[in-house]
């Protein structure tokens, strides 16, 4: 577990250049503060305690904003940036150098039992905001855009970006028809039902006419 810890410290260093020292990390990262407890709980849910660990996820989500489930499995090399709402259900799997963003949630659909969660490869990261619900596979160095809505498999090294989300670059070539992860470039769903609804009204008033 400490060598987990350890590598937890060092990935906030390789990936966020805001980071000074190390005695900055340890009092003001709350990404980490919610992966140490949570690696603390998981190892107690692991040892069929049956209340303790979710007493220690529940005082983490007090005082981070993070809710991991002790039962979530969670690799190696594990970064949550500016961690504010981020939630993680309990059967989720996570490999190994995994980012996720503020908001994200890796969660369930409400219609499984058992395996309800998703499992992340290694080297994925989501983006902010986004939402991969449901117990499917995202494959290896994938990218999900932030505001993304995934609920089907994602095959490795893929970017996922809409709602729902689509794959708009694989293996380092763009989806033909498909836009890449500018931000700016980003599909708006309000905007593609707004355009809808006034294409709509428009073919309707050329009929009145």
Known sequence: MLKLIRDDVQVIFERDPAAKSLLEVILTYSGLHSIITHRIAHFLYNKRMPLLPRLISQISRFFTGIEIHPGAEIGKGFFIDHGMGVVIGETTEIGDNVT????????????????????????????????????????????????????????????????????VVQDGERVKGEIDLEHGDLPDPVEETLKSINERIKKLEGTVE
Not at 100 to 117: I, S
Not at 121 to 135: D, E, H, R, T, Y
Not at 146 to 158: F, S
């Open 100 to 167: 996720l963003y503020q908001g994200v949630t890796l969660g369930g659909t409400g219609k499984e039992t058992g395996k309800r969660h998703p499992t992340l490869g290694n080297n994925v990261m989501v983006s902010a905001g986004a939402k991969v619900l449901g117990a499917m596979k995202i494959g290896d160095n994938v990218k999900v855009g932030a505001g993304a809505v995934v609920l089907d498999p994602v095959p490795e090294n893929c970017t996922v970006v809409g709602i729902p989300g689509k794959i």
